[in-house]
């Protein structure tokens, strides 16, 4: 059974950090890109950061880019969200998603239950 499952959300100050993990299995974590998906009450889903599979590689949204880091274990099958620097407007739930990628064709395979992140005074 294949499971992603997203922790580290809670309730922050604004300027505060979290650190959101996603650990997966049933599949094979390596052989995947990963993302971090959010969605914000009343909003679509808002891409925020993806890591090759190797790792060497990540991009972000610009807006948390220089405030969110992503990286990966491929050891422990797990990925993870470094967020400093919060703000009110990121608060939303954060899913973990892994990716496959064939023939520059990219498609979310997989989606966890997702971690609730609010930032609020």
């Known amino acids: 059974e294949v499971q992603l499952v997203e922790t580290g959300g809670g309730l922050v100050q604004p300027g505060g950090s979290l650190r959101l993990s996603c650990a997966a299995s049933?599949?094979?974590?390596?052989?995947?890109?990963m993302m971090w998906v959010r969605q914000a009450p009343g909003k679509g889903p808002e891409w925020v950061s993806r890591?090759?599979?190797?790792?060497?590689?990540?991009t972000y949204a610009a807006s948390v880019a220089g405030r969110f880091t992503i990286s990966r274990e491929n050891a422990k099958n797990s990925v993870y969200l470094q967020m400093n620097s919060l703000k009110p407007e990121d608060t939303a739930v954060y899913y973990c998603?892994?990716?496959?990628?064939?023939?520059?064709?990219?498609?979310?395979?997989?989606r966890g239950q997702g971690t609730q992140v609010t930032v609020s005074s």
């Open positions: 998603e892994a990716v496959s990628v064939l023939l520059g064709v990219s498609r979310s395979e997989y």
């Open positions: 049933g599949f094979t974590f390596a052989a995947y890109d």
């Open positions: 890591i090759n599979r190797s790792g060497g590689t990540t």
